[in-house]
């Protein structure tokens, strides 16, 4: 059968595949377009085992709520270049999968993978993720996803540059979203800019704790200075320091970025708003997730790659 420029431009908008790519698959299916998208699955599967030891830590953090902001959930999807992170399709893409993750029960990345896609049933999520390697090109993972739904809680989404980094914030009470809202935003931009690890101190493991109290100490003991100090003395500069530190790394003890005093906690704004409204409100949990944190980038030398591109 002739494969015309029609078969390979509709092939192409439906999968967003390459046009030789398109033009291959038409032809080993002898034209039949559902022949062809299976092909080109297949061959995304084999793209993904390709690209399986390439390094992906660039990517998109996306953030998702219901219209109730009664569930939230937020995404973290690893590309190989920062390029494709700002790909419309690829945006696309990840909002779906956060879509999904809203209605999911899966709790963990594994069986996510195993669910139906919810754009066709016909495919998993892993099958999916195949054909977007396939038509992105790169080697593309679901890192990690949170999904917050609770009685009596309500969450807040937001991003920052462009989805490099994502937070989700639950606050526990009784008022309704239009009240809450505002200070759900704010806190979200709180937990975005100052990286908070905890939402309070008794979320703080002991272990820790004693971790740090243990630095501390023999910092103090290689100080011929402070080392000469009674014990009270050091034990007191010890918790001073570990009170610092936890003021930086627990979300209520934090400075509210906005506040006016610059003193102001962030438990604080939150009390003050509850008053102000005459309603209960606390932050109960925050999510945040930095794209490509933690993750070891490819470090790519641009005039070697051109020079491979063009064979020269």
């Not at 998993?124 to 009685?151: A, D, H």
């Not at 703080?204 to 103090?220: C, G, N, R, W």
């Not at 011929?224 to 050091?234: A, R």
Request: with cysteine; charged share 30%.
């Amino acid at each position: 059968m002739q494969i015309t420029a029609k078969m390979v431009k509709e092939l192409r908008e439906m999968t967003g595949a390459g046009m030789m790519d398109c033009k291959k698959a038409l032809t080993a299916s002898d034209g039949d377009m559902d022949g062809a998208r299976e092909f080109l699955r297949k061959k995304g599967l084999a793209a993904m085992e390709k690209k399986a030891s390439r390094v992906a830590a660039e990517g998109l953090v996306t953030v998702v709520t219901t219209e109730d902001h009664k569930a939230g959930a937020i995404v973290e999807v690893n590309t190989e270049s920062d390029f494709v992170a700002k790909n419309e399709k690829f945006q696309n893409y990840c909002a779906r999968i956060a879509a999904q993750i809203l209605k999911s029960d899966s709790k963990d990345v594994e069986s996510f993978m195993e669910e139906k896609w919810i754009d066709d049933e016909s495919l998993t999520v892993q099958q999916e993720l195949s054909e977007m390697i396939s038509i992105i090109g790169e080697k593309l993972t679901i890192r990690r996803f949170k999904k917050i739904e609770n009685p009596g809680s309500l969450v807040f989404a937001y991003t920052h540059g462009g989805g490099r980094i994502g937070v989700l914030v639950e606050v526990a009470t009784n008022g309704d979203v239009e009240t809450v809202s505002e200070c759900g935003k704010e806190v979200c931009l709180q937990v975005a800019s100052m990286k908070p690890k905890y939402v309070n101190r008794s979320e703080v493991d002991q272990a820790f704790l004693d971790h740090e109290k243990e630095i501390l100490m023999s910092q103090i003991m290689n100080d011929p200075k402070e080392s000469q100090k009674p014990e009270k003395v050091i034990n007191g500069i010890i918790t001073g320091r570990i009170n610092k530190e936890l003021k930086e790394i627990c979300l209520d003890d934090q400075v509210y970025i906005r506040a006016e005093d610059g003193k102001q906690s962030v438990s604080k704004y939150v009390a003050s708003v509850a008053k102000e409204k005459g309603i209960d409100l606390a932050v109960k949990s925050f999510v945040r997730y930095e794209a490509g944190e933690g993750l070891e980038k490819r470090q790519d030398n641009f005039a070697e790659e051109v020079a491979k591109q063009m064979n020269m």
